[in-house]
């Protein structure tokens, strides 16, 4: 079964990090755009940082830049989002998602083939 599989939520203080991982099950990501998304109590999904299929190209959230980097390793078919200098409002369950294609082409859910189920980060003293 084709699965996005997310880990490395969990609860830190303001001002820390975490790293999540975003492992594909049953096919190569080789072939995919990883997009990362996030949704907080009562507001909508919203994109946050996509990396291209080979790595080259990156994009970002206004709010996370210069605190949030994606990054993939295709050998061990993962994507990461390495998160510093978290703060309260980076509360959520964050989750990756893959789409056909090179390039990122932005964020909306169409797009997206495939979604994980998700891993909550809790930002809070």
């Known amino acids: 079964q084709l699965q996005l599989v997310e880990s490395g939520g969990g609860l830190v203080q303001p001002g820390g990090s975490l790293r999540l991982s975003c492992a594909a099950s049953?096919?190569?990501?080789?072939?995919?755009?990883i997009g990362w998304f996030r949704q907080a109590p009562g507001k909508e999904r919203e994109g946050v940082s996509c990396?291209?299929?080979?790595?080259?190209?990156?994009n970002y959230a206004d709010s996370v830049k210069g605190r949030f980097t994606i990054s993939r390793d295709n050998a061990k078919n993962t994507v990461y989002l390495q998160m510093t200098s978290l703060k309260p409002e980076d509360t959520a369950v964050y989750y990756c998602?893959?789409?056909?294609?090179?390039?990122?082409?932005?964020?909306?859910?169409?797009?997206?083939?495939?979604w994980g189920q998700g891993t909550q980060v809790t930002v809070s003293s």
């Open positions: 998602a893959a789409s056909r294609g090179y390039y990122c082409s932005g964020y909306d859910p169409w797009r997206y083939d495939l």
């Open positions: 990396i291209s299929s080979r790595g080259g190209s990156t």
């Open positions: 049953e096919f190569a990501l080789d072939y995919y755009t």
